[in-house]
């Protein structure tokens, strides 16, 4: 069953992409019902996970210390319950939402093949095939960034994430072979055998190759700018890519790889702190956008850090249960936000919006329950995680992460806070022209979700985009609630949390004890509590209160147009890399278009070309046809060779 579970998808993907045009609108049912179909088997083989050492299927032995097979353990199962069971509610919301749109069968193939290179890399029981399906992630990634071709900006950022996700996999092929040299072998089970006694520099080196893996995939600093301009792919796909799945790719890595980074502490060190500034960075620049998917998207990036900043100090069961949560309360926003985007015409622009409780109420509770979650409201699943998250900073002996940690909380309750009131509160701004709010003026082409004549197609039912929204609302509310289950405690249960946050202490003997904190976990949750409920009260003041309300037209063009400029810039990394990397590139390019392949590499072959033609017209005027001339050519040729030897036989 567990080959029925990886291949279902990638069989939906080939048969939509040989039969899109027969199947017509059938290619979104074929693509979501091959999806949920693999999120039934996975609750089929679940049982069978938790005992033992989880379902295995050798697939392929080529060498010594190489083989291929599929692994189903507690830790893969968590991801494929994420990649199947939401992914197929975002599937079926994607029929409705693509409703229309010229490449509707298109859409759904690369949705499933996605689906199906994220099935390889966390089904993968060893380094090849995780290789494998992190290199496949990246490219279905290019393809759905980019699925609205005619867009300049969304080629531009197809392009823009397959390159930053190329360098991710060349740190991932060094951390593979640093591994290999010092093991003889892939299999995760043979390397993690063999973590202990390796030496200290060649885990440090394979840990830090795994990592850029880790930081370009999941978006950590500096390889994250490719995210936020990711957006301009359609929002199904910012759900299923940059919300739920191929994000946490990196959360994946660093918790299957746990040996490693249990015994590599400058490894640990490294991850943490680029995980709790990424989790900073990312949502200070969520304070200025005003586009709600990348509002969405940094928060995105400030939340995987989160993740990345648990899982590197050695949280490893926090960190896995805030990708847990997350990838429910953000999914529904993302969907939510889809509501609004289809609703609007495309509209994705905060200011343009304003009252929309009203006009939009479902979507309106949405992405309130979502909002909640997100900031850590009490009760809602993201209270739970980033708690754990945060005061396992503390325990694992990391104050300093601890303090940005709770820094971060109460910016992303602003920042979040800001979104849903300027979205939802107030009266709407649509009809108000755009210099008047400080908008620039947009040079992308419209997104025509739209019939091949041109004419907008028929709406699908509200209930396709509705139904999965409101299916993920339930667990971002409760999906925390697993976490009692692995705590010690009155409240330790043995509930779900017991057996898959449970399973690195059972099954991987971490060395990342935790230390006893300084502060009590409740008195922790307290203040991290009262930053939040600061940062939600600063932003109802700027942006909900009556008195807000009545002048928002100036005050959001006053603080669009004095907005500090580093961090409408983002912080200037891409123009970092611009200059560092793009521009000398670009430059070796043109240097290499003028003169070396022109003068170099061609005018060799034309050189070669010539000499061969001039040596062909020297040789003809010899070939006379005379007797006499050939014979002075022997003459000349023995006269030759005569005193050759007379001459060396002379030397020698």
Wanted: hydrophobic share 55%.
């Amino acid at each position: 069953m567990i080959f029925a579970l990886w291949l279902l998808p990638f069989a939906g993907a080939l048969a939509i992409w040989a039969f899109g045009p027969q199947l017509k609108r059938l290619a979104g049912a074929l693509g979501a019902a091959t999806v949920l179909t693999s999120f039934a088997i996975a609750l089929a083989l679940a049982g069978q996970t938790f005992t033992g050492r989880g379902v295995k299927a050798p697939l392929v032995s080529w060498a010594q210390g190489f083989s291929f097979g599929l692994l189903l353990d507690p830790l893969s199962l968590l991801w494929v319950f994420v990649i199947t069971g939401v992914g197929g509610l975002i599937h079926v919301y994607s029929i409705g939402y693509m409703s229309g749109d010229r490449a509707f069968a298109r859409f759904f193939a690369y949705m499933n093949f996605f689906v199906f290179a994220m099935l390889t890399l966390v089904l993968s029981d060893n380094f090849v095939g995780l290789l494998v399906g992190w290199g496949l992630v990246g490219l279905a990634s290019y393809f759905l960034i980019g699925f609205w071709f005619f867009k300049p900006s969304a080629v531009a950022a197809a392009r823009k994430a397959f390159v930053i996700n190329v360098v991710g996999d060349i740190g991932l092929m060094f951390g593979i072979f640093v591994l290999f040299a010092a093991t003889h072998t892939t299999t995760y089970a043979g390397v993690f055998a063999k973590a202990g006694s390796l030496a200290p520099l060649t885990v440090t080196l394979a840990c830090f190759g795994l990592f850029v893996a880790c930081a370009a995939k999941s978006a950590q600093l500096p390889l994250h700018t490719w995210l936020p301009d990711a957006m301009e792919g359609p929002t199904p796909v910012s759900a299923l890519i940059h919300a739920a799945t191929m994000v946490t790719a990196g959360v994946y890595l660093i918790a299957r790889c746990a040996p490693l980074w249990d015994v590599s502490p400058e490894a640990r060190a490294l991850v943490g702190t680029i995980g709790a500034l990424t989790a900073l960075t990312g949502a200070v620049l969520g304070c200025v956008q005003w586009d709600i998917k990348r509002i969405l998207a940094y928060s995105t990036m400030s939340q995987i850090g989160y993740m990345i900043m648990g899982v590197g100090v050695g949280a490893y069961q926090a960190g896995i249960l805030h990708f847990y949560t997350h990838a429910f309360f953000k999914a529904t926003l993302f969907l939510g936000a889809g509501i609004l985007i289809h609703a609007l015409h495309d509209e994705q622009d905060v200011r343009k919006m304003g009252g929309l409780a009203r006009r939009q109420p479902f979507a309106f509770w949405a992405m309130t329950v979502g909002t909640l979650a997100i900031i850590g409201f009490p009760g809602l699943s993201g209270f739970f995680s980033k708690d754990a998250v945060i005061y396992g900073t503390l325990e694992h002996g990391y104050p300093l992460l601890y303090a940005i940690g709770m820094v971060t909380a109460g910016i992303t309750a602003y920042y979040m806070c800001r979104m849903l009131f300027v979205t939802f509160f107030g009266s709407y701004r649509g009809d108000v022209p755009s210099a008047q709010l400080g908008v620039a003026a947009s040079t992308n082409p419209p997104v025509a979700h739209e019939a091949p004549s041109g004419h907008e197609g028929a709406h699908a039912p509200a209930w396709l985009m509705q139904v999965p929204v409101a299916l993920l609302m339930i667990p971002s509310v409760i999906a925390g609630y697993v976490w009692f289950g692995s705590r010690d405690g009155p409240l330790a249960y043995g509930g779900p949390g017991s057996l898959w946050f449970g399973y690195f202490t059972t099954n991987f003997a971490t060395r990342a004890e935790a230390v006893q904190a300084a502060v009590p976990e409740w008195l922790s949750t307290v203040l991290v509590l009262a930053l939040v409920g600061i940062g939600a009260f600063v932003a109802y003041r700027r942006y909900a209160a009556s008195a807000a309300s009545a002048n928002a037209v100036e005050r959001l063009r006053a603080e669009s147009l004095t907005a500090w400029r580093p961090l409408t810039r983002a912080l200037y990394f891409d123009d970092a890399i611009e200059l560092v990397f793009v521009r000398p590139a670009s430059a070796i390019g043109a240097a290499f278009a003028r003169v070396v392949d022109p003068q170099v590499l061609d005018g060799a072959v034309r050189d070669v070309a010539w000499l061969a033609g001039w040596l062909g017209r020297e040789m003809r005027a010899l070939q006379t046809g005379l007797v006499r001339g050939y014979a002075l050519v022997v003459v000349l040729g023995v006269a030759g060779f005569l005193v050759y030897f007379a001459w060396f036989g002379t030397v020698r």
